[in-house]
């Protein structure tokens, strides 16, 4: 019997040995085949990009989000290389207009950026070939409340989101648009005790106030306090009011949309589980605007007649609402089956609400810190604008039919948006081979036309910033000069004008911002002049860096800095 159990338990060691050699036998040969296949991908990768200045990376560093925050090692994480404070840098010192990216992490794919204003044009209008990465960080974590516009693929599902939202920028809107600028202008100047001049201590938070109040009021009939007030402390069942709430979410957006809620509600820290707890509310006051909306505008269907229909509503949230009572309306007429492809679901109408919100103030408050900082450095520019609605508007103030006679205005803003482009790089994704052209030059500048086959799958970044500081497109490309937008000039740059993108997916907001920021600045420019605070022992140049400048956080962020206010006469 001992024999025998002698033998088994010699059977059973050496089984067990075996089987473990053979686990590891199994992981080191699955681990050879990853290896393996991963270095035939990045040699594929490396043909791919063969002939292109290319820039070597082990991880994901252009397309990240939180870019800035990646440590430079040499060799490994060119961090630098990829520096957008000046975009056309890395372009220049490759000599071409068109660079290739590789990165270890990700070797299915190349990643190109183009600057050749040409090119880009070509590719924004070409949806067939160059789809939106919709799959990747940059564009997922804008699904923070549900897919909304932005983030939806080009074709159907973007045709979808975007008929449901097109009626609500009509000249009518616009006209609206003008007038709640002014109101909200007015509040700012009262609330912050400078319509008599004095100092407005930070321009940026309270450009962001101020064109938050405009989409609040012109897009979703919300009437946000001048002045946020702030709840205390940090319990996760709190729900704080919706201006607190968006306030909280915008200043820590890239942990908002980093981190999973439920780590944020959770966290051990109160300022973080603060965070989550803005984030929650957010998603309830959401839900509570649409729900109301939806009621006023059931009892106004309510009050019509079987065969009538209320009238197209033209507010944000009015438009986002009925497309889905439209929706059942139909199903219901079906007898309930089968699924409408029109409308938004009841995540897409939240999805909707926030990109509108979001994207609706953020852009143009930061151009309008960023204008204002240039225009305190140039004053002969506020003294252009202010003679020309001397001129056009004898006296009056600026209304929204003068927008049209007042082009310098739009110069200033357009003139800052090509040096400080907030969104600086537009992710494409190439949906079929597609062929590129692009330009090298020698030392002496002369130019050499080439081409390059994009394979299906690459990423394309529109380098907006990159292509707004060419030098084979604009004179003098680095000097801030409004004047290059006037006449002949100002039509050939036009339209080479991609900050707010161009072709089928091109910023539907556009006009709204171009109203919002015309009314802006041309109503303070009428009423009052403005100037930089120079701070104790600084140069002018360390001031001119100050008021121009700006940081990469999710967008080109502008430093905050106060602004000096003086009443003009007769204002
Ligand atoms: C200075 C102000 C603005 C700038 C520079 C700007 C820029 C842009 C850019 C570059 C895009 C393309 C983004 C992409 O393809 O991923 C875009 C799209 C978009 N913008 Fe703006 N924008 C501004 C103001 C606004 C405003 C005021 C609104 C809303 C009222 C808005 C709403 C949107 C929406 C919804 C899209 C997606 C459009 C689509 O894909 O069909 N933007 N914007």
């Given at each position: 019997m001992n024999s025998f159990q002698q033998v088994f338990d010699r059977w059973q060691t050496n089984k067990e040995t075996f089987s473990s050699k053979n686990a590891w036998l199994a992981a080191e040969i699955v681990l050879a085949t990853c290896m393996v296949l991963w270095l035939y991908r990045y040699v594929q990768l490396f043909q791919q990009v063969r002939g292109l200045y290319t820039i070597h990376s082990l991880i994901e560093v252009l397309e990240a989000p939180h870019r800035t925050k990646?440590?430079?090692?040499?060799v490994l994480i060119p961090t630098r290389k990829y520096t957008l404070q000046d975009p056309w840098k890395k372009y220049k010192t490759a000599k071409s207009d068109l660079i290739a990216y590789t990165q270890a992490t990700t070797p299915g794919y190349a990643v190109y950026s183009i600057s050749n204003p040409q090119v880009v044009q070509k590719v924004l209008a070409d949806v067939l070939s160059f789809g939106k990465p919709v799959e990747s960080m940059g564009y997922k974590q804008l699904n923070v409340f549900g897919k909304q516009l932005v983030s939806t693929q080009s074709g159907p599902e973007h045709r979808r989101h975007r008929s449901v939202v097109k009626g609500c920028f009509s000249e009518e809107v616009m006209r609206t648009v003008w007038d709640r600028s002014i109101e909200s202008l007015d509040t700012m100047l009262s609330t912050e005790k400078v319509e008599d001049g004095g100092v407005l201590e930070h321009v940026r938070e309270a450009m962001y106030k101020l064109t938050l109040l405009v989409i609040g009021a012109a897009g979703f009939g919300l009437k946000f306090p001048w002045s946020i007030p702030t709840t205390e402390g940090g319990s996760p069942y709190d729900v704080v009011t919706f201006h607190e709430?968006?306030?909280?979410?915008?200043?820590?957006?890239v942990a908002e949309l980093l981190v999973p809620v439920w780590i944020l509600e959770n966290f051990p820290l109160p300022s973080v589980r603060r965070l989550g707890n803005a984030q929650r509310s957010l998603r309830h006051h959401f839900k509570t605007m649409i729900a109301t909306r939806r009621d006023a505008l059931q009892a106004e269907q309510a009050g019509l007649g079987p065969q009538e229909k209320i009238k197209p509503p033209s507010d944000l949230l009015g438009a986002i609402v009925a497309s889905q009572m439209d929706i059942e309306a139909e199903e219901k007429a079906r007898g309930g089956k089968g699924t409408s492809k029109a409308g938004l679901t009841s995540e897409?109408?939240?999805g909707n609400v926030w990109i509108f919100i979001f994207a609706g103030?953020?852009?143009?408050?930061?151009?309008?810190t960023f204008t204002l900082g240039h225009l305190a450095m140039y004053p002969e520019w506020q003294e252009k604008i202010f003679q020309e609605i001397e001129e056009v508007c004898q006296g009056s103030h600026p209304t929204y039919r003068d927008m049209n006679n007042l082009p310098s205005v739009l110069a200033c803003v357009y003139e800052t948006l090509r040096l400080r482009d907030l969104i600086s790089l537009n992710q494409k994704l190439a949906?079929?081979?597609?062929?590129?052209?692009?330009?090298?030059w020698d030392d002496l500048g002369q130019i050499t036309n080439h081409t390059h086959t994009i394979k299906k799958g690459s990423h394309v970044l529109v380098d907006f910033a990159a292509s707004g500081q060419n030098p084979f497109f604009y004179r003098d490309p680095h000097r801030w000069d409004p004047s290059r937008w006037y006449g002949e000039e100002g039509n050939k740059n036009r339209s080479h004008l991609f900050n707010f993108s161009a072709g089928p997916r091109a910023c539907i907001g556009r006009r709204f911002a171009e109203v919002e920021m015309t009314a802006i600045l041309s109503t303070l420019i009428k009423k009052v002049k403005f100037e930089p605070v120079r701070q104790k022992g600084e140069t002018d140049e360390q001031m001119y860096d100050r008021m121009t400048q700006g940081h990469e956080v999710f967008l080109l962020t502008p430093n905050s800095f106060p602004l000096k206010f003086t009443k003009r006469q007769g204002a």
């Open positions: 990646i440590p430079h090692i040499p709430a968006l306030h909280l979410v915008e200043y820590h957006l897409e109408q939240m103030h953020e852009t143009s408050g930061q151009t309008l949906l079929k081979d597609t062929v590129l052209p692009y330009t090298t």
